[in-house]
């Protein structure tokens, strides 16, 4: 294999573990500043925009669970690594397309799964993970507040009828 094809497969594994999750994109018909524009929007969620071949990712994938992506590496691709809310990165690029109508979700990976676009969109329609940590952790304290008024009901309930004959007398 020549160097510079092994630097580039070596250059696009590096991307890919920068997190667990990673998106192919088509980036057909951006120009330089809206390519600026978009990492600009991406590096807020600490994901990263990256131009590769598609031979150096179908390479530098074959080996791991996610091979499959090899399908949907066809025209111009980019990937988005890096972040930690996957949600929110998917966001992010659903954002961009509808305003500019370029930079297409082809597929990508989450972990050792593979995602189609349609599943990117559904992950993308998610709540941000602290909104998740947030609806979680009221989950988990509704029954001890529902035990704790349980609790608390006989005494209410002694109260109003030593109140009820108080005010009888």
Request: charged share 25%.
């Amino acid at each position: 294999m020549r160097p510079e094809k092994a630097y580039l497969i070596e250059e696009t594994n590096e991307h890919l573990s920068k997190s667990d999750f990673f998106f192919v994109t088509d980036y057909h018909g951006i120009n330089a500043e809206e390519t600026m524009e978009l990492r600009q929007k991406l590096a807020e969620r600490g994901a990263e925009f990256h131009v590769v071949k598609n031979s150096s990712l179908r390479l530098a994938t074959k080996d791991k669970p996610f091979s499959n992506i090899a399908l949907h590496l066809t025209g111009h691709t980019a990937i988005v690594v890096g972040g930690l809310d996957p949600s929110g990165v998917a966001k992010s690029l659903g954002e961009y397309f509808k305003k500019t109508d370029k930079v297409i979700v082809k597929a990508g990976a989450l972990g050792d799964r593979l995602l189609d676009a349609g599943e990117i969109k559904q992950l993308a329609s998610l709540p941000n993970k602290d909104a998740l940590r947030a609806q979680l952790l009221s989950l988990l304290s509704l029954p001890a507040s529902k035990f704790a008024s349980l609790l608390s009901t006989p005494a209410r309930s002694l109260v109003t009828v030593l109140k009820a004959k108080t005010e009888k007398n």
